[in-house]
């Protein structure tokens, strides 16, 4: 007997083609495949050998071919009670290639048609190409590319691949024209424009391309219109209506925005409501809002987040607190009742910590202060993440609460990191047109296999320093976060091979010191230390007066056994790129009289940041140093202080500032007091977020000789304070941090040693 069917794929709409009488499946057969395996066939038909075959099998099997996305034909054939599958497969896409492409990257839109089914070794699928095809052409929208021309070709190859070629005509990028704004009467249009972040072209938008629209950045400018109008008491200030139009070439864009301002309102009165949980007076000292003054939703957010803020740090981590306003029209004042509901105490079932790739759990967790199985408190939690940025192992440290299911009164605090290179290879260089280029450099470790202990080999090689250093830190020697340090160096110091023109000598020194610190609050510590240092001097027929003095009054080597101790107090919110926040050292250092030396040195740094704005954070630096010996000694001459170049006085060569000696080429002395200051207003860089900022600065600072242990010292001839202006960059670049300054001194007089550029650069590993 023989039997024969076949099944296209119409029959799966309008029946068999031709009916036959059901039978046992003697053996199953698959023709016409390539790449698919025969077994992956079998493993998607509902029948197997021994199974009755019938006609509604036939169209199941069909449809479950067809529902793959393998192939493109499918046929069902019956000889001899022999199942014969044969199918046609679609092709696979062997190469993805775009010509013409600048604005993305290949690898980025390549991930992304990846996640929609187009990629490489994939089977082509018309439908889906054509849908990457429309995203392409939406994201060069969004890039304001509006005449950016895209056509896809596909070409077959051998074995039943497919090329895929995306070829593009980017086109200029469309630039914003005109902004209209129609219905501002109380303040100027060119006063509400500075609200904006897209503008019309300028000198600098070819950079920021803040003259590209998006509309994405049009909803949040249209959002710091209506801030700018309810902060000012505009209350029922609205948008009516926004146009957006483009030129017939495609390369100009037009805006218009119809506003309503309304009245402005004034407050009459804040009430409070619900259930309150702590007293009256201590939540209304945290209303900003009073009444008389003139209504600002910025100050009414504010209000609700203070008081959401202070709930959540007796445990109420959900608390809702909602302001509902009644306006009179007539007198047009609005009061405000603001209803809290605390909801239910929570605490912190788990503390989980994700993206420390090297740095051990225990670093991260020993710095955290929000306790596991303790009431939920913002303000500890806050403070645990600040503590962890200020590790500095990180680029970025997040926290987020996140409720526990199935209850109502637990969280789990997720604290996640990223993970930045801790070594570092730091090169230091200045140039000037008298000294040229001169380098330094160390390697470092501030986070040796992740334990957060530091280890730095300090490897010197300029002209003006050799020295080889061992420093070693551990800051939790103790649980209770008493830290530990070891110092061991050996330094030589020939100021007469450098450029530089400090006083000649040389000075050969050896020693270690011993060192402590102790908490004595979240943001401050204490320290004392002990060491012992030997220091061998040689001076020349050239060397200053006070230099040979020192050495004929004291030896060629001397023995010293210090004392120091300091306190630091540290506020910032960020250790790389803080915005606000306090940050002070005191130091004091005492060679006491078991040493053959007898001498102190004090200083103190005052830091702080203010934030200007989102964008602009201002920072005032002061520095104070002084010094002198005591018991009838002097301070040792290597013991002066110094200041200029890139990290006091910018615009001024290193070591610059401050009494020279005469006699030998103005050579630089150095001095027992030290005053330096530094003013600067930093910004983010479009896309770089923390890793890069720039600025703009004034330095000031000079060295001063003062007293017996100076009385040799030639001193300047204007004795004035130094001052330098200029912009700087700053850059956490994959090489390492980076530092640039330009400056010009502000008051340059006779025998200063200037330097306009000046860098930093370390190499991360």
Excluded: C
């Excluded at 009444?291 to 959900?318: C, H, M, W």
């Excluded at 306003?325 to 929570?346: A, H, K, L, Y």
């Excluded at 200029?726 to 956490?732: C, E, P, Q, T, Y």
Aim: glycine share 8%; proline share 3%.
């Amino acid at each position: 007997m023989k039997k024969q069917i076949i099944i296209w794929m119409a029959g799966l709409f309008s029946g068999a083609a031709f009916a036959f009488s059901p039978f046992v499946i003697r053996d199953i057969r698959v023709e016409g495949i390539q790449r698919t395996e025969a077994g992956t066939v079998f493993s998607y038909l509902p029948v197997k050998v021994g199974d009755t075959f019938s006609e509604e099998q036939a169209a199941e099997a069909i449809k479950a071919l067809f529902a793959t996305g393998f192939f493109k034909d499918v046929r069902v054939e019956a000889v001899d009670n022999v199942l014969m599958i044969i199918v046609q497969e679609r092709p696979a896409i062997a190469k993805i290639d775009f010509i013409g492409m600048k604005e993305f990257e290949k690898d980025q839109i390549l991930a992304a048609m990846k996640e929609m089914g187009l990629a490489e070794t994939r089977i082509f699928d018309r439908a889906i190409l054509d849908r990457a095809e429309q995203e392409l052409k939406r994201q060069y929208l969004t890039r304001g590319k509006y005449g950016a021309r895209i056509t896809t070709t596909t070409t077959p190859l051998e074995r039943n691949r497919i090329g895929i070629n995306f070829n593009i005509e980017e086109g200029d990028a469309a630039k914003i024209s005109a902004i209209r704004i129609v219905g501002a009467k109380s303040f100027r249009e060119k006063d509400l424009l500075e609200e904006f972040e897209q503008t019309t072209s300028g000198w600098l938008t070819w950079y920021t391309k803040r003259d590209q629209y998006s509309r994405q950045k049009l909803s949040a400018d249209l959002e710091k219109l209506r801030s700018f109008y309810m902060n000012r008491g505009y209350l029922e200030f609205n948008i009516d209506s926004t146009q957006v139009s483009i030129s017939p070439d495609k390369e100009k864009i037009y805006i218009t925005v119809n506003i309503t301002e309304g009245d402005r309102f004034q407050i009459s009165s804040i009430k409070l409501a619900g259930n309150l949980i702590l007293p009256e007076k201590e939540i209304r000292a945290l209303v900003s809002l009073k009444p008389g003054q003139v209504f600002s939703r910025e100050a009414l957010n504010t209000t609700t987040k203070q008081i959401a803020d202070k709930l959540s740090e007796r445990g109420y981590a959900f608390a809702n607190v909602n302001a509902a306003p009644e306006i009179d029209q007539e007198n047009r004042q609005v009061s405000f009742t603001i209803f809290v509901d605390p909801g239910r105490r929570v605490y912190v079932r788990r503390i989980n910590i994700a993206g420390n790739t090297l740095t051990r759990d225990e670093v991260i967790r020993r710095e955290i202060r929000q306790m596991e199985g303790g009431w939920y408190n913002a303000e500890q939690v806050n403070l645990s993440r600040q503590r962890v940025d200020n590790l500095d192992y990180f680029v970025d440290v997040t926290v987020d609460s996140e409720p526990v299911a199935g209850t109502s009164d637990q969280v789990d605090v997720n604290l996640a990191v990223t993970e930045k290179p801790t070594g570092n290879l730091a090169i230091g260089a200045g140039f000037s047109k008298e000294e040229k280029v001169m380098l330094s450099g160390s390697i470092s470790q501030n986070n040796i296999f992740g334990s957060g202990k530091h280890l730095t080999v300090g490897v010197n090689t300029s002209k003006l320093n050799r020295a080889i250093r061992l420093s070693y830190t551990d800051p939790y020697f103790t649980m209770d976060g008493i830290s530990q340090g070891i110092d061991i160096y050996h330094r030589v110091f020939k100021p007469t091979s450098s450029t530089i023109d400090i006083g000649d000598y040389e000075s050969a020194s050896t020693g270690g010191t011993l060192r402590f610190s102790f908490p004595i609050s979240e943001r401050s510590t204490v320290g004392v230390g002990v060491g012992v240092d030997q220091t061998k001097i040689s001076t020349y027929d050239q060397s200053p007066q006070r230099y040979v003095d020192f050495v004929e009054k004291n030896g060629k080597s001397n023995i010293t056994i210090p004392l120091t101790a300091w306190w630091s107090s540290n506020t910032r919110d960020s250790a790389i790129f803080p915005t606000r926040g306090v940050y002070q050292h005191a130091a004091l250092e005492v060679a006491t009289p078991l040493g053959d030396l007898k001498y102190w040195k004090a200083s103190y740094q005052y830091q702080r940041f203010f934030p200007l704005s989102k964008t602009f954070t201002l920072m005032l630096n002061g520095e104070l140093g002084i010094g002198d010996g005591y018991g009838g000694s002097e301070l040792p001459f290597y013991k002066n202080y110094y200041a200029g170049g890139i990290d006091s006085v910018r615009g001024y060569a290193s070591s610059s500032l401050g009494p020279v000696d005469r006699r030998y080429h103005d050579e630089r002395l150095g001095g027992n007091r030290r005053v330096v200051g530094n003013a600067e207003i930093f910004w983010g860089l479009p896309g770089y977020d923390r890793s890069m900022r720039m600025s703009v600065f004034v330095d000031a600072g000079q060295i001063y000789a003062r007293g017996k242990s100076q009385k040799n010292t030639q001193n300047l001839i204007d004795e004035s304070i130094r001052a330098s202006a200029g912009i700087s960059l700053s850059w956490i670049s994959p090489i390492g941090p980076l530092k640039f300054s330009v400056a010009a001194p502000l008051n340059k007089k006779d025998g200063d040693d200037t330097e306009p550029f000046q860098f930093q650069l370390g190499a991360t590993f």
